[in-house]
């Protein structure tokens, strides 16, 4: 389930408080006390069989007795009753609750799943249970066991910690910062953070969502609604237990550097999610946020009468990723001619410590006249030559009148420096929205808050290029070798084994060749030596997997005399320092030797939570002491690729340096997108990783790897392993068509890069048919616009484009959007005009039917306009029910029931 129900959650008209009783002190006795108290307009209903009348209300003994359906119970009463009272509040038509009572434990048998069963046959949402309750200013809704109740506003708030929630009401009450909506999410037993970035994605009174997190519980369900959200509004996250150690011991060292922290971390990032980390930081986000639109640009420039606090401010700037706006010439010229002279002549603009509020208001409004600056602060240090107040009123007022002017306003911070005057100039800056920070970090925290917000967004929304080479992997030959393994009962491929399966798919790796004895080894080197100038020797076990902690590597060997000798060496000392392992012999592979090469590793990782991880990072021996590494949640483009690798500071030395030519990073890249396409066919390779690969200007290259497989798990609907958190491109449905008049046409899930396919497909489009498509002639085909249609979340939605087989051109493109629960989904159709009659629509809406039908959905319905005969002549032909829209008459309501 997602938002099913969840609008009687947050607007009830009707609230039975369950467990409601006169004694002061007791929980229902605060939540009933609360609900009176914010105003709530609706019915309140006190249920609690041992009394009759409760602060004047009548109470009931039962969800029976109520004189009508209660949208809404708050339920406060001893865990073992709550089931029953679920059961009985379901079947009298309520369809939400808020368990506050704790105590319900884990597993089959316990309480919990006895709740989450009662509430199931009626579909009636769980709030909690363990939690503080729902805080909904705007109702008068404040359902809970707070001591105090928030203000309206336009904020979201969902913390697992009910202690977080009420030290935020404290803070954000002293700012007069309001919310649309607090929730106390507890243990999370249905409803949880998936469900309500859903609902306040779509929530029009909501802003921006905060979120308090200890731990995601649904991941796939969270990723897909955390990148729907992020794309409509900010999200920010605290994520607290950072340093927890890892539940499991890794084998590999890309299990052993992928630590939990840093995999949620990369989830979030991912997502497009704002990550921050303490509360502070957070009041830091909501401060910008409750009052400054993101923006565009990360270019800040500091109007200060101090210049030590205006370095301070630079310092923390650049720790943040921020940049100094360059001032253009002309700005410091218009400076000059009402500044002293004493003044900075750059920025930060230091305006002297007599600066009193005309000269504020004259630097302010030269340095907003000026592009080159994104966003501006303006700090303040008390002094006695001027107000500060006085000064804090004349930046208010300028930035008023500039904003007044101006479109898009540019934003500005304030940062009014000691206790007295941070709280004056708070007074004089919160009814103008500007935020009002109390030290330098604070400030400039805020404004990156912004910076790396909109830097998200954009990542979201960023079309990856094509990658450099032509790739298609032997995907048949790989999944041989995993099944052989896996038959064989064998948990490690072989170094032989890891060379062909790298091979299929296309990653340069050294080639290994087994041999069982001394012997054996030496006529293997023969064959080697005699193409490459030396060779090396590996032990050869399933049971020692870094090699060298035993002595179980030589290199440089160069006769075939050396390698037998080498070969019965790390033998016998494998022998004598692991006497439990299973030796299997040796391989013997070429040495490779390419002077200057960067030594990389790269690797994927199995998460408890997330499944699949790709690792990228410095390698060799020092692998995790040098802890070098960035991760990432596959599947990866080329340019989430770069991201990953950009995240390292190996990333400089792949640059150029010196006498060093740069190394093909488009190629370190291209294997990060191969590895992460393997593990999308692949699901039974759990880790693996390459350590090192070398990597210089004329390539990659493997020099040593390692894979491990297991049983993949049960598929979920849409054939998949459920381990992966983002659901990868779905290959299996690529398909080729043949139309009404014999010609064919490729169809396949659309890609990100296909973003540059529909200018010309649009131009193919007569205005008439973009009309009856998107309801106007001229529709956005901004790259924002056609990011959406290109960038999709496979696991809710699916668009199919037509292609010709020769040319690759796009022919027409069908699309379906699923509702949150997943049950029902709109759908739409666009065939190029010079092709209508050949029978394209009609096949793509059977191929779009056809995968509905297969991920289960119940419904198909769209939009179509009542003038728009062949659309729903067809729809008739396929089945679809017509109904006019109630709302508007030209407009046809078209379903298909598929269940």
């Not at 060496?569 to 030797?593: L, N, Q």
Request: aromatic fraction near 6%; hydrophobic fraction near 45%.
């Amino acid at each position: 389930m997602t938002i099913r129900n969840l609008g009687s959650v947050f607007a009830p008209k009707s609230v039975a408080v369950v467990g409601a009783t006169p004694r002061d002190g007791a929980i229902g006795n605060i939540v009933l006390r609360n609900l009176r108290a914010a105003g709530f307009a609706g019915e309140i209903r006190p249920v609690n069989p041992k009394h009759a009348e409760i602060a004047g209300l009548k109470c009931f003994p039962d969800a029976a007795a109520l004189p009508e359906t209660a949208d809404l119970a708050i339920i406060a009463t001893p865990p073992r009753t709550v089931p029953d009272i679920v059961a009985e509040f379901g079947q009298r038509g309520t369809r939400a609750a808020v368990v506050i009572s704790a105590g319900f434990g884990q597993g089959p048998d316990s309480l919990r799943q006895q709740l989450l069963d009662a509430a199931r046959p009626n579909t009636l949402r769980i709030l909690g249970p363990n939690c503080l309750g729902l805080l909904v200013p705007g109702i008068g809704l404040d359902a809970s066991f707070s001591h105090d109740a928030p203000h309206a506003g336009d904020l979201a708030f969902l913390s697992q910690s009910g202690a977080v929630l009420t030290t935020v009401i404290d803070w954000a009450n002293a700012r007069n910062i309001g919310f649309s909506a607090m929730a106390s999410l507890g243990d999370m037993a249905d409803v949880d953070f998936g469900d309500l970035l859903d609902w306040f994605a779509a929530d029009i009174h909501t802003r921006a969502i905060l979120l308090y997190v200890e731990a995601i519980t649904h991941p796939k369900k969270f990723m897909s609604a955390a990148r729907a959200a992020a794309r409509a509004k900010p999200v920010i996250v605290v994520k607290a237990g950072r340093h927890a150690e890892a539940a499991k011991a890794a084998a590999s060292h890309t299990g052993a550097l992928a630590g939990v922290d840093e995999v949620y971390d990369a989830a979030f990032r991912r997502a497009g999610i704002l990550r921050v980390f303490d509360l502070d930081e957070l009041f830091d986000a909501v401060e910008t946020l409750s009052r400054i639109k993101p923006f565009r640009g990360d270019r800040l420039a500091v109007l200060t009468n101090g210049g030590g606090v205006g370095v301070l401010a630079v310092d923390r700037l650049v720790d943040f990723g921020g940049r100094l706006a360059e001032l253009s010439p002309q700005t410091v010229d218009a400076l000059d001619r009402v500044l002293p002279a004493t003044w900075s002549k750059a920025n930060p603009v230091d305006i002297i410590g007599d600066a009193g509020p005309e000269r504020y208001c004259q630097a302010l409004e030269r340095i907003m006249d000026d592009p080159a600056a994104d966003a501006v602060l303006v700090m303040n240090c008390p002094t006695a030559l001027s107000s500060g107040v006085e000064a804090a009123e004349a930046v208010s007022r300028t930035v008023g009148e500039a904003h007044r002017k101006h479109f898009p306003r540019k934003p500005v911070f304030a940062c009014w420096l000691g206790g007295p005057s941070f709280q004056d100039a708070r007074q004089v800056f919160d009814p103008a929205g500007v935020p009002t920070f109390s030290t330098p970090t604070e400030a400039v925290r805020g404004f990156t808050h912004l910076v790396r917000y909109s830097a998200g967004l954009d990542a979201l929304m960023r079309t990856p290029p094509s990658l450099p080479e032509a790739f298609a992997p032997d995907i048949d030959v790989a999944r041989a070798l995993v099944r052989t393994a896996l038959a064989e009962g064998r948990e490690w491929l072989t170094a032989p084994e890891i060379g062909h399966l790298f091979d299929a798919y296309r990653i340069p790796i050294a080639a290994a060749r087994a041999a069982a004895t001394p012997a054996d080894a030496r006529d293997v080197a023969e064959r080697i030596l005699a193409e490459h100038p030396a060779a090396v020797v590996k032990i050869m076990s399933p049971d020692i997997l870094h090699k060298t902690d035993v002595g179980g590597v030589r290199l440089e060997l160069t006769s075939p005399a050396e390698v037998e000798a080498a070969a019965r060496s790390v033998m016998e000392a494998a022998v004598r320092m692991r006497p439990d392992a299973r030796i299997e012999g040796v391989t013997v592979e070429p040495m490779i030797e390419r002077k200057g090469a960067r030594e990389l590793i790269l690797g994927v990782t199995d998460d408890a939570l997330f499944g699949p991880v790709i690792l990228f990072g410095q390698g060799g021996t020092a692998v995790e002491v040098i802890r070098d590494k960035a991760v990432a949640l596959p599947p990866l483009d080329m340019a989430l690729a770069h991201d990953l690798i950009e995240r390292t500071r190996v990333v400089g030395l792949l640059r150029a340096y010196r006498a060093e030519p740069a190394a093909d990073i488009d190629a370190v890249a291209l294997t990060l997108v191969k590895l992460s396409q393997l593990v999308a066919d692949i699901p039974e390779i759990r880790e693996l990783d390459m350590n090192p690969m070398l990597a210089d200007a004329d390539g990659v290259i493997a020099v040593d790897a390692r894979v491990r497989v297991a049983p993949e798990g049960r598929r979920d609907r849409h054939g998949l392993n459920p381990r992966f958190a983002i659901r990868p491109y779905p290959a299996e449905w690529e398909r080729e068509l043949t139309l009404a008049d014999g010609t064919t046409a490729i169809a396949r899930p659309v890609k990100p890069e296909d973003e540059a396919l529909y200018e010309a497909f649009f131009e193919k489009v007569a205005p008439e048919d973009m009309r009856l498509r998107f309801f106007t002639p001229k529709p956005d085909l901004s790259h924002r616009f056609l990011a959406r249609l290109t960038q999709i979340d496979y696991g809710r939605a699916m668009a199919f484009v037509a292609l010709d087989p020769d040319s690759g051109a796009l022919l027409g493109v069908v699309r379906l959007h699923s509702d949150p629960d997943g049950e029902r989904a709109e759908y739409a159709i666009l065939v190029r005009s010079d092709l209508k009659g050949k029978g394209l629509g009609w096949t793509l809406m059977e191929l779009m039917i056809a995968y509905a039908r297969a991920v289960g959905l119940s419904e198909i319905h769209g939009e179509v306009l009542s003038e728009n005969t062949t659309m729903l002549e067809m729809c008739r032909d396929l089945g679809f029910a017509e109904a006019r829209d109630s709302e508007d008459r030209g407009v046809v309501q078209v379903t298909l029931q598929l269940i």
